[in-house]
């Protein structure tokens, strides 16, 4: 089954296309858009990179060979993916491109690449405890600095990547193609069950798309965000004990 993918390029056009129009006459949520750009090259960039890194410790370097075993945001962006990341909240970066035969022959193949898809989100949300303990530790030690304008501005570039990375995270999990959940599952998944789940890739991928575009996708994940969010602040709060606002 053939499916024409720039069909899907077009209707996120169309998305982007709305989203741009109504920010531009919008001075602060075009504020808030600058700010979130620093948050969306580190959650991209670290994500690839970890697809990459776990493939090449599995004895793949076709990452290595293709320049993605490095932090330069150039060599992980994908142009749709990451204004989708800006404009929409949860996107994706350029995926990166692995050979199973390379891995080695002391653990399954399958499970293999499910270990790789899975290093994303994961590192994804390592990213978000990062910034999170950063975010206590400004609010423990200098509370007068958030006070002032700088720190102001300091504060929301870390909320930033505390949310994008937890979208991004989030996001990548759901089993459906070509995210990295799909992959994941795939790895545990029966040869029968796995084969039929190939087979019908282009539908999944339909599906996926249908959900994103209707919306869907972002009343599920939005909230799940959130949740995750006020969760990981409240518990760097009483670990820290302090009360962030």
């Known amino acids: 089954m053939y499916f024409d993918k720039r069909i899907i390029y077009i209707i996120l056009g169309l998305i982007i296309l709305m989203n741009a129009v109504s920010l531009l006459t919008n001075t602060n949520a075009l504020l808030n858009l600058l700010l979130t750009l620093p948050a969306v090259l580190v959650a991209i960039t670290f994500h690839e990179f970890a697809h990459g890194f776990v493939a090449d410790k599995l004895g793949d370097d076709t990452p290595r060979m293709q320049g993605r075993l490095n ?28 050979n199973p035969n390379n891995f080695n022959r002391n653990i399954k193949m399958s499970v293999a690449e499910a270990l790789v898809a899975a290093a994303g989100p994961v590192m994804n949300f390592i990213l978000a405890i990062i910034f999170a303990i950063i975010y206590a530790v400004l609010w423990k030690f200098a509370p007068g600095f958030i006070a002032t304008q700088a720190g102001n501005i300091v504060v929301i570039l870390i909320q930033s990547c505390i949310l994008t990375n937890i979208g991004l995270g989030i996001f990548n999990l759901i089993p459906l193609p070509p995210l990295d959940g799909s992959k994941i599952i795939g790895g545990f998944l029966s040869y029968n069950v796995r084969n039929w789940f190939e087979r019908y890739y282009y539908i999944f991928y339909i599906v996926f798309v249908a959900i994103w575009v209707t919306g869907i996708a972002g009343s599920i994940i939005s909230p799940l965000i959130s949740l995750v969010y006020n969760g990981l602040i409240t518990l760097m709060a009483k670990i820290f004990g302090i009360l962030i606002f």
């Open 71 to 98: 932090l330069n945001p150039l060599s992980h962006l994908d142009p749709i993916g990451t204004v989708m990341l800006v404009f929409a909240g949860f996107g994706w970066g350029k995926p990166v491109q692995i």
